[in-house]
């Protein structure tokens, strides 16, 4: 399989990992999914009971060693989250592969629509009574996000 290296999964006896970042099982490959942060995720049998792992995780333990501290994540370099070839992963401090990818809080998200004042702005005038649709439609989000904004289930730590 030209150029492709294959690296038993520790704790899973007859599951082996590829470098290309497929799994594969005693007898076939695995087909891994997605979980609801788009991270593909295969079941590994060991003594009957199932286990979810993350592929990027697998291919990361196999190919660059165990995770080096409590702290670390594996971090897709292009930034694609289904992208789990070993060339593509590495491993990075938790706090600075939010920071530079998305997941982080407010706008160290990489999807954040507002800044800290729009969320200060949005508070100040649903206090005046002003509607979360109309404040949805004034700042480019939801009114559901409004929402969760005025009662600090988003944003919360502004």
Not at 57 to 74: I, K, M, N, Q, S
Not at 105 to 125: F, H
Not at 128 to 143: P, Y
Request: hydrophobic residues 35%; aromatic residues 8%; contains cysteine.
């Amino acid at each position: 399989m030209g150029g492709v290296s294959f690296v038993p999964i520790e704790g899973f006896p007859g599951y082996v990992v590829s470098s290309d970042g497929d799994v594969y099982g005693p007898r076939k490959k695995l087909s891994a999914h997605p979980n609801r942060g788009g991270y593909l995720q295969v079941g590994l049998y060991n003594r009957g009971a199932r286990h979810r792992r993350r592929v990027h995780t697998l291919v990361a333990e196999a190919f660059h060693g165990p995770r080096p501290a409590p702290d670390f994540d594996v971090d897709h370099v292009n930034r694609v989250r289904d992208d789990n070839r070993a060339s593509n992963l590495r491993w990075r401090l938790a706090a600075d592969n939010r920071r530079y990818g998305g997941g982080g809080k407010g706008v160290d998200n990489a999807n954040s629509r507002l800044a800290e004042a729009d969320v200060r702005e949005i508070r100040r005038r649903a206090a005046l009574g002003e509607t979360c649709t109309d404040l949805g439609r004034n700042f480019g989000v939801t009114k559901t996000m409004v929402s969760f904004i005025v009662r600090r289930k988003s944003w919360s730590h502004i």
